[in-house]
């Protein structure tokens, strides 16, 4: 998959380079009578003349006079061959003609033909660009091809990041360390790993390469791709290398072992001599998340790893999972949990002279750490933005960038949020403390009675799971091609197992958000403030939504969330259950946290009407809300028939019919995925 990924996206940059040119093309008409070339524009016509001769006699005949638009139509052929020679490689690893726009595979690579990079096609437009300026033509260099510059220059710095499952690099290493008369059981596992990862010898995979499995052969592959990325014509495409599931050190030693044999790190005499990529635990349940601080401080300890850091510029990037923290504890457990663990992890790095780079794993929907991207930046903690990275993910692209104005306006507010939290933080007196040192017994109380309640439904209720595959869609999205990915991560192994190490996070949330329950954006919550109020009050949280902007963020965004809940509506999915008594209970439980979340959020923010502060989106919610509703009773109706049904005919029609009430609702609600 990372290799079709790759493939992908240097075949769409490829695309907008070729039109760019194409657009030269017809704008660069310059004649030779009137504006003049360099010598050294010159040269390199004689030079690619001789590469493309037969080619060179066709374009001297149509442009004789035109030495601009000759250079333009050698860089034109040139980047055909390259997008010819992506395909090619495409083809070769499976992908090839299923891809839009395929195009015929070349027989070889042929360096006199292609360019070998993009910075050689990037070196011809500041030829081209050259020659202009030495002939009084400056003012025609700066359109169309500075267009093109900026557009190279802009693309090839971009990185993609590679993501694979720690599970995922162990089973790799475990069938090499077989190959090699290695034990993988033993009890010292990381140990072993950290013996053949100071150890000279290479594993070397490449001699039992053709034995592993599908899946390890791909992890080679792709870490060999990116060590040499020329198949896709860039001298890096890959910066960073995400773990997913981290769950100790033996899951990083793991990875930088697998980077030794292919050559993406270097180690001579216990010390890292080279090391090509980032390597970024990522860091999802709250177990994990609580463990964070102890891997790290024990890689921070190890000179090895210390060196490995060296070579990386003492740059150690991390990403903190919201989807999986959330499905595991409740939204409030989860974003406290993520607040804490950032403080702890700065602290950590400061003290070893490390600096920090956090990767925010949000998603589109509250649920998934979404909202307002302006919000959340300035809810970060203090200090975590010298360095930060926030994925914009599923329909947040569409809906943050594909119009033009949306997308300015978009960036203005994010870049705005980033710099109003530097002047925050710099005229900040360093002797205020924050909420979280002044009230953390307050903050762990709202934290631990939230994720209480929180699992006490999801986690053991003995009739929620059938409530679950019941009363949501979750059958139809499971069969339905929405998402990239599997929508389970295992199989259900009983009726008593908890769904939420079963189902990933997109269709977790996105089932509660088709039923206008929506109960991963608030459930605890509402307990947790009614609790905190009978005990300590509601002044000092009153006092948090006013000053402290992590603790406005959760309930500006609790509030959007309560407002898109539609508890009448999210009733009628009732007649769906097979056991309505059953149903009707968990419901009923759902209903009084919902009515505890709005009580307690209203007292907070000192007014009876949800998103008072912000009127032009809670306005375009209530507008929409009602247009949503009779989808979803549509969708009801629908989903009993093609339960019920055995007509595979009328199955197929009903799973198309239901595919446009999921959209519609989807469109409708928002922040859902």
Request: aromatic fraction near 8%; glycine fraction near 4%.
């Amino acid at each position: 998959m990372t290799q079709y990924a790759l493939c992908l996206q240097r075949r769409t940059i490829l695309r907008a380079y070729l039109n760019q040119i194409n657009v030269l093309l017809k704008e660069f008409s310059l004649s030779s009578a009137c504006v003049n070339i360099s010598k050294e524009l010159a040269q390199n016509l004689k030079t690619e003349a001789m590469m493309f001769p037969q080619f060179s006699e066709i374009s001297q005949r149509l442009n004789p006079h035109e030495p601009y638009r000759r250079k333009c139509d050698f860089m034109r052929i040139k980047c055909e061959h390259n997008l010819a020679l992506i395909d090619h490689y495409s083809e070769s690893i499976g992908l090839g003609k299923t891809l839009v726009g395929y195009s015929p595979s070349t027989d070889s690579l042929n360096a006199n033909i292609h360019y070998a990079t993009m910075n050689d096609l990037l070196a011809d437009c500041y030829l081209i660009k050259r020659s202009l300026n030495q002939h009084q033509s400056n003012l025609v260099s700066l359109g169309s091809l500075q267009k093109l510059i900026d557009m190279i220059t802009t693309f090839e710095k971009l990185y993609l990041d590679i993501r694979q499952h720690a599970q995922r690099h162990q089973q790799c290493i475990n069938e090499c360390f077989q190959h090699i008369q290695l034990n993988p059981s033993t009890k010292n596992y990381t140990s072993l790993l950290y013996s053949e990862l100071t150890n000279p010898r290479p594993m070397g995979y490449k001699q039992f390469f053709n034995s592993l499995s599908e899946s390890a052969q791909e992890i080679f592959n792709t870490l060999e791709l990116i060590r040499d990325p020329k198949a896709c014509f860039s001298e890096t495409i890959i910066r960073s290398y995400i773990i997913s599931m981290t769950q100790s050190t033996a899951d990083i030693y793991g990875l930088m072992l697998l980077f030794k044999d292919v050559g993406l790190l270097k180690i001579s005499n216990k010390k890292v001599t080279l090391a090509m990529l980032d390597i970024v635990p990522l860091f999802e349940t709250l177990t994990d998340l609580n463990n964070a601080e102890s891997i790290m401080e024990h890689l921070f300890n190890d000179s090895l790893y210390r060196s490995y850091l060296k070579q990386r510029q003492n740059i150690q990037e991390i990403m903190l999972g919201y989807s999986d923290s959330n499905k595991d504890v409740g939204p409030l457990c989860s974003q406290i949990t993520l607040l804490d663990v950032q403080e702890r992890l700065l602290k950590l790095a400061k003290k070893h002279g490390i600096t920090l780079r956090f990767f925010h794993g949000r998603g589109g929907s509250i649920s998934r750490g979404g909202g307002p991207m302006n919000e959340s930046i300035r809810a970060l903690p203090s200090g975590t933005l010298s360095h930060l990275k926030i994925t914009e993910q599923g329909e947040k692209i569409s809906l943050n960038y594909l119009n033009k104005g949306i997308a300015y306006r978009h960036l203005e507010q994010v870049i705005h949020s980033v710099i109003y939290r530097h002047i925050h933080d710099d005229f900040t007196s360093k002797k205020a403390q924050s909420p979280i040192k002044k009230d953390a017994l307050i903050l762990n109380h709202l934290s631990q009675s939230s994720r209480e309640t929180y699992e006490e439904l999801v986690k053991h209720h003995p009739g929620f799971n059938l409530f679950f595959h019941d009363v949501t869609p979750i059958d139809l999205i499971e069969y339905s091609t929405i998402g990239s990915r599997p929508s389970k991560r295992i199989d259900i192994a009983s009726k008593d197992t908890d769904l939420t190490t079963v189902y990933r996070a997109i269709p977790w949330v996105f089932s509660w958000m088709q039923t206008r329950l929506l109960i991963s954006g608030f459930y605890g919550i509402g307990t947790a403030l009614e609790k905190t109020h009978s005990q300590y009050g509601h002044d000092r949280l009153q006092h948090w939504y006013q000053t402290w902007p992590f603790f406005y963020n959760i309930m500006q965004n609790l509030q959007m969330v309560l407002l898109k809940a539609n508890m009448p509506i999210a009733q009628c999915y009732l007649s769906l259950a097979n056991h309505p008594d059953k149903a009707l209970n968990v419901f009923e439980l759902i209903i009084h946290e919902f009515e505890l979340c709005k009580k307690n959020v209203s007292l907070i923010i000192n007014n009876q009407e949800l998103m008072y502060k912000t009127p032009k989106i809670r306005d375009r919610i209530l507008r929409r809300n009602p247009f949503v509703d009779p989808l979803n009773i549509l969708q009801i109706q629908l989903l009993h028939q093609w339960r019920t049904t055995s007509d595979l005919n009328k199955k197929s029609i009903l799973l198309t019919q239901l595919g446009e009430t999921i959209n519609g609702i989807t469109a409708g609600v928002r922040n859902f995925g």
